[in-house]
């Protein structure tokens, strides 16, 4: 479900949902008293009875080619997470639902369940609307996915487990009504969670309709509600949560006198250490631990739900996406949400990420630069394996009297081609109806609710159709690497502990602003995590830009070190390695001995909001401070020049590569004031001979490809308002044996080595070309 994107919308910051329950939940409980087959209403009954034992024809799935494209419906037109009353006229209604889904060109629906509903006694299940919507599906040759929610739990739990409470700082317990449910690191917590998902498993695994899951929608460390009567609640300090921290400590540090020397404390007993809650002039190493933590310890709460679903299905794929990519403006430091993706990404088979770029009112709808950055982000923090689109918005957004822009047949078809240009493998369109329900009541759906179709259901579903019809390439088919890396830090907001005074967010729009820098060039990127360089082969790339980087580990700082030594080009903004992950000082700047590599050592600072920089024929402008130098080896040359005739940036020959440092931040003010065509973006191709585009084209034409064993794919997106003439050459690995456009149908003569297109795109759309080998 919707969440928004934090560096804009404020109420949406610490938030996941809250909902009201309607009364047809009540409904639920009294009318279907069935255990897990249908015996009983006679709603239940009809059900069975029509549903068709006939046997099920999925053509698709043969060989892995099915592609999903769903839209969200869970029988009826009830919200996410709540359930519409079973009654006679059910099956009709959502039968009719079905192929109306179906006839629109979809091939799957996403439902859901709530463990509050679905368990609202211990051990008594309800999920008779899932095995209703399982055997509906398969009878119209639908598959489907299945969302498990466990952020709303039911109040067995909490009379069971009155241990079991979220607690902030104070450790005070945090009533549940019916969200934020219960702490999982409460063991019968855990228990209870896991048993509810295998529970789940145990009914859809037999389900010839059965595609797979979701078992986390937005992973959040408090998920569906905001304690807002709580100043600065972090969580979770219940003793289950302290205890788990103690045991990962134990871990990292082995003994107590190793702690003691990195808190700068003095415990006795390991009983004693407990997460900070609150900052000193100290030290906040103790700090970094806690969030750190925090962001391995959501890992492994998904890791350890993926584990209870494949001890009963093992067959079926399992996913779970985030609210938005992290390195788009989420942190450690996130007293709610504090998940890395990269580290999330490993729990379960496809990781992925909500998409509404129109959530709520026209002021926050993102610009195209930060649509094309969600892309990319997501591809990039998935390590190129594929991600699942968990939530993509399919109608204008709402929030109360706040009322979104429309959302468009133009806009659904340029966000679902450019996630899956960038190797989504499967989209989920949030939600078939408009929500009935909550401060949302009328917004995202893909129809009317009263059931009509809309010009833009008819549109997606022919999108789907076609992503169908080629999924035997695009399921094969990866992005064109990129030959350009933005280093992200997620440690890097964590810097200054509880008492940072600064943006959190600074690094986030460095990599931001260099981005746009390149994707205006139509220069592919790639943005990786630092904690992660060991498992990138780094030399692949012939850029390696490493923005904002006050704080760096050693690890990091050996690895890109060894980067250049190997040949590559590395452009580092101000003070690199100024503190580590301890938030210590290095003794001097650039630190970790990358004064070696860069040729000079920082001499003092000039704070500033804007800086002048001239950079042989070019000036641009840049922000924070201005780092000036004293040159330890005369190997360095000045490339740039501050305002007052300083040098700004020194280029250095290490051992086989070459290293640019720039003494303040470019990338953070082009996210701020940005320049069309920024002139570094073009220095720094030139520099490290990265390969262009053969494309002729309007500005607001964007080229992205994908390449396989046995094909290709050119898509050209054209953002801007009128048609695009567009030219286009690249040279072949095989000969192509066909050629043709998949939005038109129009195919050309396969040429021998080279392709070469030319074509209008028309405004507000894509122009997609399949090249088979």
């Known amino acids: 479900m919707p969440r928004g994107d934090r560096s804009t919308i404020a109420l949406h910051i610490h938030m996941k949902r809250l909902l009201v329950k309607s009364s047809l939940l009540l409904a639920i409980f009294c009318l279907l008293s069935l255990e897990r087959t249908i015996t009983v209403s006679s709603a239940g009954n009809l059900l069975q009875d ?70 609202p006694e211990e051990g008594k299940y309800h999920l008779e609307n899932l095995d209703f919507l399982l055997r509906l599906a398969d009878e119209v ?62 009914h859809v695994v037999a389900s010839h309709a059965f595609y797979g899951w979701d078992l986390w929608s937005e992973p959040a460390a408090l998920n569906w509600a905001r304690v807002g009567y709580k100043s600065e609640a972090m969580f979770c300090y219940c003793p289950s949560s302290m205890e788990r921290f103690r045991l990962w400590l134990k871990n990292k540090y082995g003994t107590l006198d190793q702690l003691n020397e990195a808190w700068h404390r003095t415990f006795t007993d390991w009983s004693q250490v407990e997460p900070p809650r609150y900052g000193t002039i100290l030290t906040y190493t103790d700090f970094m631990d806690w969030r750190v933590y925090y962001g391995y310890k959501l890992a492994e709460d998904l890791k350890m739900r993926n584990e209870a679903v494949k001890a009963i299905d093992s067959v079926h794929v399992t996913t779970s996406h985030a609210p938005n990519p992290s390195p788009l403006v989420r942190t450690l430091a996130d007293p709610y949400d504090p998940t890395d993706d990269y580290v999330m990404k490993d729990s379960v088979d496809f990781f992925g990420t909500s998409f509404y770029p129109k959530l709520t009112a026209p002021e926050y709808n993102w610009t195209l630069e930060r649509r094309v950055l969600a892309m990319d982000l997501t591809s990039s923090m998935t390590g190129g394996r594929g991600f699942y689109v968990g939530e993509l918005q399919a109608g204008y957004g709402v929030h109360g009297t706040a009322i979104g822009t429309p959302v468009t047949s133009n806009d659904l078809e340029l966000w679902t081609w450019g996630m899956v240009s960038r190797g989504a493998r499967a989209i989920n369109y949030y939600s078939f109806y408009p929500m009935n329900a909550g401060y949302e009541s009328g917004g995202y759906g893909m129809i009317n609710l009263d059931g009509t179709l809309t010009e833009r259901s008819r549109h997606a579903g022919e999108v789907a159709r076609l992503i169908q019809q080629n999924a035997d390439l695009l399921l094969q088919s990866h992005p064109q690497p990129a030959e350009v890396a933005i280093i992200f830090s997620p440690l890097t907001p964590l810097l200054g502990g509880y008492d940072e005074e600064s943006s959190r967010t600074a690094i986030h729009k460095a990599v931001a602003g260099y981005h746009r820098m390149f994707f205006e060039r139509n220069i592919p990127v790639d943005v990786l995590s630092s904690r992660e360089l060991a498992k990138d082969d780094l030399q692949r790339y012939k850029l390696v830009i490493v923005p904002y980087p006050l704080m760096m580990t050693g690890e990091e700082a050996s690895l890109l070190k060894r980067y250049v030594a190997d040949g590559g080009h590395m452009f580092v903004e101000a003070r690199p390695g100024w503190v580590d992950e301890r938030g210590h000082a290095e003794a001097k700047v650039p630190g970790f001995g990358w004064d070696e590599m860069l040729g000079v050592r920082e001499k003092q600072l000039l704070p500033g909001k804007e800086f002048d920089v001239k950079w042989g024929d070019f000036h641009f402008k840049a922000t924070g401070f201005q780092e000036q130098f004293e040159v330890e080896n005369q190997s360095a040359r000045v490339v740039a020049l501050a305002g007052d005739g300083t040098p700004i940036a020194y280029e250095n020959r290490y051992k086989s590569g070459t290293a640019i440092l720039f003494g303040s931040f ?20 030139n520099w490290a001979e990265l390969s262009k585009p053969n494309l002729t084209a309007p500005p607001m034409v964007e080229l992205r490809e994908m390449h396989a064993p046995n094909g290709r794919l050119v898509f050209f997106f054209n953002h801007s308002d009128k048609p695009a003439a567009v030219a286009f050459q690249r040279a072949l690995e095989k000969p192509a044996t066909r050629v043709q456009e998949i939005m038109s149908g129009q195919r050309i003569v396969p040429p021998a080595q080279t392709v070469q297109i030319r074509t209008e795109v028309p405004a507000q759309s894509v122009r997609i070309y399949r090249i088979d080998f």
């Open 50 to 119: 029509q549903a068709s034992s006939a046997p099920s024809v999925y053509p698709h799935d043969r060989h892995n080619l099915f592609f999903p494209v769903s839209v969200w419906y869970s029988g009826g037109k009830a919200r996410a997470p709540m359930l519409e009353t079973i009654t006679q006229e059910s099956p009709r209604l959502w039968k009719e639902d079905l192929l109306k889904i179906k006839d629109l060109g979809f091939n799957t629906v996403r439902t859901w369940v709530e463990w509050n509903v679905g368990e």
């Open 141 to 202: 040759g639908l598959r489907v996915i299945v969302q498990v929610y466990v952020d709303s739990a039911p109040e067995w739990v909490g009379k069971k487990y009155p241990d079991g409470h979220y607690a902030a700082q104070d450790e005070q317990p945090i009533p549940s009504q019916a969200a934020p449910g219960y702490c999982f690191d409460h063991r019968g917590v855990r228990k209870a969670v896991l048993a509810f998902f295998q529970e789940v498993a145990r």
């Open 666 to 685: 470019a990338g953070e003010e082009n996210y701020q004031r940005p320049v069309a065509e920024h002139p570094l973006a073009g220095l720094l191709s």
